[in-house]
């Protein structure tokens, strides 16, 4: 071995130098794939004839058998990533035996790696790099024609053993990298003399073939022909026969000490390929792999502690269980069954859910060979209620085929044309019938009345099942029936099916994939149920559950109406006329029936699509708004006249009839304007209501308006004076949201007072209110008023053009505090739960219309929180306390408040305090609230690139978030934050917008820090923000000159205080960030004449004359790590924020 390619070759015996400087990125091109110009190399790295290349490879062997021997071992030290400098030449492999040349390279590479460090870790047959699935492709592939492409005599005559020896001896390498190299290059030989020996032992079976034709010709006049050409063939065949039965026992024996070896290997990854071989084994030679010398193999895999193992011996397994084919089952099958069975049943339920699937499968394959019991099948078919769609995927077809009549999978593996319906069967609607009845019985069996479940079933049928997409016998089956009806729970089962199927069409139609199929699914779903929706509704009003999926049902659909209307599909006209108002009259009646909050829901939403199909609902609509309304004014006047009449003409109290009408008028209100355009009346007495609210809060708690009250007064409010903006703001045409609405002109010029009463309410509940829920309710409603009215108002500039001008609601000092101390309280409880408790990943993105908006969902926790805590039992004095969050609802909470603050858009919150507060969890040890900051992070950074005053609000919000941290918790944490932050911002430089904005955040940092109180250290915790090195140089040199110019300015007798705020250190940051790259070029070209730069102790500094400093306290170690996970935001100190 050589040091490197010019290097003289050491003689034969001598110890193997090894590389000086082991580059990683030497060994790579730039292109991708390992580097060298070695024939097998190259044949890595690209695509060609690997039989040619194992061809030429002979013909070198031929020439000079160490040589191509040498060649063989480098091709497994560039697998294994050894540095590219060591090489192995032919003079270090002759008289040599192959244990002892690994040995001393084993030594030479350990002792490198001892003393300039090394990682083998990341070679090319685990490496995620460009062109490492090809080097994983072509490596085992060159090894299995080496095996493949000799004659079998050339194999037996001293190649095979060469192979053999070397592979073996490198494969108990202590280097992981080359013994995994040469392991799979081991196993890859063996797989080639597989199929050497099954090519001999065909001819074999033709020859025999051949001979008893030529016996059978023997006589006659071409009886001396046959005769010799029956020598011939028996000659041929028993040298054949005897050559096939020596690569035979050399395939067993090669394969048989690797594997005893390297199936216990201490890297997964070594064991893993293992196992994987053995299943390409058995594709080549099942026969041969069931006996007991592999089987065993595979049985002690399944224990493996590496999941991935455990996988690949379940894979392995199952192609051995799936060859077997026939109505006799052969002896090896059934005790390899019997004897994994158990463990099979056991990986069914593994922790990880990809072994989980493959086991299922082999599960299926030994129930198809009736090596399962029967008694054992109901472990498997529970696991299609399990959460992990793979392992309900492979549960779903043990069902299909062993637990129902008939296999009810009858989609083709290959798929449909996009858009097409399978028919259900032969037997048409009679054959989807019989199934979906199987379907139904299944769920009276084993959901056990969990029909929240279905769901879980219905995706893993989906596109499987035919019977699912047979829309009509869906609808025959839910409708009354004079004959034989369903039962009460077949009805709620089917109705949960079928909403389970509509829903997942919808979500596949949303996304890219499968959205032709899903969309044909929900134009058959239409048809059939558009007609009948009435009558659809009223089978299921009696049961609240069933009747919560109804009304979901009738949502998707009405919404899949509304997207297709136009464009030519049997979708449309479905809902003109009567069949509309049937629906319309339908709905409503449930609206004022349905006690159930999210049934509610869905018919609001219901109604709201309804509308744009049938002229006719919009009357039915507004009567409804209109009772309600009426209702509401006659409850709110008992309570607020303080009359004394404390229940209804139903002998309900009437703060409670006026909480369901409340709840009832807030859902709607999503749909429809609920107040009928009646400021001065409707929302001035519900503006009432929560004044009472405001006034009674710190008196008795047995006010009338409680906090669910307040929190639904509070939504409606809202949602009402938001309509009336897009209302306001642009009148003609008027936006779709309102479109249905009754519009008063008169009534909508005292909206913007209107909105400013809520607004002056919701600061005194934030600062006032002893219940967080109400504070919480107040503080997104508010937020949520302001956003919306800024958004409505910024479109009506842009379609009315420059000029036009519109009142938009300010956020006030008072209620700005009021809004960042209550985000301060709400962060700093979520920061207080345990890491490992709960965990909230649900929050929503800023503009994605696929999932339910952060304030709504806000207010769903809200209400949902309280009515638990109410429900809960307590005691007299915990009954007198303030009702408090839990756990979960605190982190809930939290992460939906700073998703709301993330979708914002308003000016005066961009420019506030709020932003800073929600990227400052950045350093928060909970993940969710850790995403939370990235989340409004990823929004800002995508608008920094539209505008340069984008870019610069981005950055500012950035240099606002890490001086709250450094005010509240130091200038090192404040560090940490930046260095965080900058990991988000981007890699590499930034684009040329980005890197003007950033420096004009720095500058702007650099004046805080002496600006109104001085901020000690606040420029050490912004000097990442040059480290990073994502701005040109002379960007960073003009920033430095500009700091050290302002020092200079102010004097000795002021200089001190740049020197508190850290600008030393600022700018030895800038030096060494600009001579960095001057430095990697002198290192680069060493020949060339280089300025050494200056020390930067050695340069004037143009700040204050040097002298004693003493060294500034600050926090030790313990106080700094308490301080990092729980990194309380800042709330009363507001005067250090730069707006």
């Not at 023997?218 to 050409?229: F, I, K, T």
């Not at 109901?378 to 399990?386: A, E, F, H, K, N």
């Not at 642009?730 to 309102?738: D, I």
Request: proline fraction near 5%; aromatic fraction near 4%; hydrophobic fraction near 45%.
């Amino acid at each position: 071995m050589a040091a490197s390619p010019e290097a003289a070759s050491p003689a034969a015996g001598s110890e193997l130098p090894v590389a000086s400087e082991a580059s990683a990125g030497l060994n790579r091109l730039p292109g991708g794939g390992p580097a060298g110009k070695a024939p097998l190399v190259r044949a890595l790295r690209g695509k060609p004839d690997l039989r040619r290349v194992a061809c030429q490879w002979m013909d070198r062997f031929a020439e000079d058998r160490y040589a191509a021997v040498a060649e063989l071992v480098s091709l497994v030290m560039v697998v294994a990533d050894v540095p590219s400098q060591t090489t192995v030449m032919k003079e270090d492999l002759q008289d040599r035996e192959p244990a002892e040349v690994v040995r001393e390279l084993t030594a030479a590479l350990a002792l490198e790696a001892n003393l300039k460090g090394a990682d083998f870790t990341q070679h090319w047959l685990v490496s995620r790099e460009k062109g490492a699935q090809r080097v994983r492709d072509n490596f085992p592939a060159i090894w299995r024609e080496l095996a493949v492409a000799p004659t079998s005599d050339a194999l037996l005559q001293g190649l095979l053993q060469l192979l053999r020896s070397w592979t073996l001896a490198l494969a108990e390498c202590q280097f992981r990298s080359i013994r995994h190299a040469a392991t799979v290059a081991g196993l890859a030989v063996v797989e080639g003399l597989g199929i050497q020996y099954r090519s001999q032992q065909d001819f074999c079976t033709t020859a025999e073939v051949q001979i008893r034709d030529a016996e059978a010709q023997q006589g006659g006049h071409a009886g001396q022909d046959c005769q010799q050409r029956l020598a011939s063939l028996r000659g041929e065949h028993q040298h054949v026969a005897r050559a096939a039965e020596e690569l035979c026992q050399a395939r067993n024996g090669f394969g048989a000490a690797l594997l005893s070896r390297r199936t216990k290997d201490v890297d997964p990854e070594i064991r893993r390929s293992c196992l994987e071989a053995l299943g390409r084994w058995v594709d080549v030679d099942p026969e041969a792999c069931l006996e007991d010398t592999w089987t065993r193999y595979l049985s002690f895999a399944l224990n493996d502690r590496e999941p991935k193992v455990r996988a690949a011996a379940l894979t392995a397994l199952h192609g051995l269980l799936r060859g077997e084919a026939g109505p006799r089952l052969s002896e090896p099958v059934r005790r390899l069954g019997e004897q994994v069975q158990r463990k099979v049943l056991e990986r069914c339920q593994d922790v990880d859910a990809f072994v989980g699937a493959k086991a299922i499968r082999c599960a299926t394959s030994l129930a198809a060979l009736e090596l399962l019991p029967e008694d054992q099948f109901d472990p498997v078919v529970d696991l299609i209620w399990d959460p992990d769609a793979r392992r309900r995927g492979e549960a779903a077809a043990v069902v299909s085929c062993f637990v129902f009549t008939e296999d009810i999978l009858d989609y083709p593996s290959s798929g449909l044309p996009a858009g097409g319906l399978l028919p259900a069967g032969l037997g048409g609607g009679g054959t989807a019938k019989r199934r979906v009845l199987m379907l139904l019985q299944f769920v009276e069996e084993y959901a056990d009345g969990h029909y929240e479940l279905v769901e879980r079933l219905v995706a893993a049928l989906w596109r499987r099942a035919s019977c699912l997409e047979d829309w009509e016998v869906l609808v025959e089956l839910a409708l009354p029936a004079t004959e034989a009806p369903l039962a009460s729970e077949h009805h709620s089962a089917l109705i949960h099916l079928a909403e389970a199927t509509v829903r997942l069409a919808s979500k596949d139609m949303a996304e890219a994939s499968g959205s032709a199929h899903a969309c044909a699914v929900l134009d058959r779903a239409a048809r059939a149920v558009a007609p009948k929706l009435a009558a659809l509704l009223t089978s299921c009003q009696a049961e609240p559950m069933t009747m919560r999926r109804a009304t979901s049902l009738c949502s998707h659909l009405l919404y899949h109406c509304i997207i297709r209307s136009g464009t030519g599909a049997s979708c449309d006209g479905l809902l003109a006329g009567t069949p509309g108002e049937a629906a319309a009259e339908a709905l409503k009646a449930a609206f004022m029936r349905q006690p159930d909050p999210e049934a509610l829901e869905h018919i609001a939403l219901a109604l709201s699509h309804l509308l744009d199909l049938c002229a006719g609902a919009r009357p039915r609509v507004r009567d409804l708004a209109s009772s309600l309304a009426g209702r509401f004014k006659q409850l709110a006047e008992h309570i607020t006249s303080k009359s004394g009449k404390e229940t209804d003409e139903n002998g309900t109290p009437v703060s409670d009839s006026l909480f369901a009408v409340v709840v009832r008028l807030r859902i709607l209100a999503k749909a429809f304007d609920v107040s009928l355009c009646d400021l001065e009346g409707f929302v001035a007495m519900a503006l009432g209501l929560v004044e009472d609210r405001v006034s009674t809060s710190s008196e008795s708690p047995d006010q009338a308006i409680g906090p669910q009250m307040t929190i639904a007064l509070l939504e409606l409010l809202m949602l009402v004076l938001i309509r009336h903006a897009a209302a306001l703001l642009q009148p003609e045409p008027l936006a779709r949201c309102v479109t249905h609405d009754p519009i008063d002109q008169n009534q909508l010029k005292i909206a913007p007072t209107a909105a400013e009463d809520l607004l002056s309410l919701s600061t005194t509940l934030l600062e006032q209110d002893p219940c967080v829920h109400v504070r919480s309710a107040a503080f997104s409603a508010s937020l949520a008023l302001v956003s919306a009215w800024w958004n409505g108002a910024h479109f009506a500039v842009v379609a009315e053009g420059e000029a036009a001008s519109h009142w938009v609601p300010s956020i006030h000092d008072e209620l700005s505090n009021a809004l960042c101390r209550h985000l301060s309280d709400l962060l700093t409880e979520a920061n207080s739960v345990p890491a490992d408790c709960s965990h909230f990943a649900g929050a929503p993105a800023p503009g994605d219309y696929r999932t339910l908006d952060a304030v709504s969902r806000i207010f769903d926790v809200l209400q949902q929180s309280l009515t638990a805590a109410q429900r809960a039992p307590q005691d007299d004095e915990l009954a007198e306390q303030p009702l408090l969050l839990s756990d979960h609802d605190r982190i809930r909470l939290a992460c939906l408040v700073c998703a709301q603050v993330a979708s914002s858009r308003h000016n005066q919150v961009a420019a506030g305090p709020l932003p800073a507060l929600v990227l400052s969890q950045g350093l928060a040890v909970r993940e969710d609230l850790q995403e939370a900051a990235w989340v409004l992070l990823r929004r800002l950074r995508t608008d920094a690139h539209l505008t340069s005053e984008k870019a610069e609000t981005f950055f500012f919000t950035l240099l606002r978030a890490v001086e709250v941290v450094h005010q509240d918790n130091g200038s090192q944490i404040a560090r940490d934050l930046s260095l965080k932050v900058l990991q988000h911002v981007g890699v590499g430089k930034l684009v040329p917008t980005l890197q003007s904005a950033l420096v004009s955040a720095l500058r702007a940092g650099v004046v805080d820090s002496v600006g109104e109180g001085v901020q000690e250290g606040l420029l050490e915790a912004l000097t990442p923000w040059v480290t990073k090195h994502v701005v040109e140089d002379g960007l960073i040199r003009e920033l430095a000159g500009w700091a050290e110019s302002q020092a200079a300015s102010a004097g000795q007798e002021n200089g001190d205080v740049y020197v508190k705020a850290g600008l030393p250190n600022f700018l030895q940051a800038c030096r060494v960030t600009t001579e960095r790259k001057r430095a990697a070029a002198a290192t680069e070209n060493p020949t060339t004449p280089q300025r050494s730069p200056e020390p930067p102790h050695s340069r004037p500094r143009q700040v204050s004359p040097p002298r004693e400093q003493k060294k500034r306290p600050r926090r030790g170690a313990a106080s700094a790590a308490a301080a990092a996970p729980n990194v309380t935001p800042a709330t009363r100190r507001r005067s250090a924020i730069k707006a």
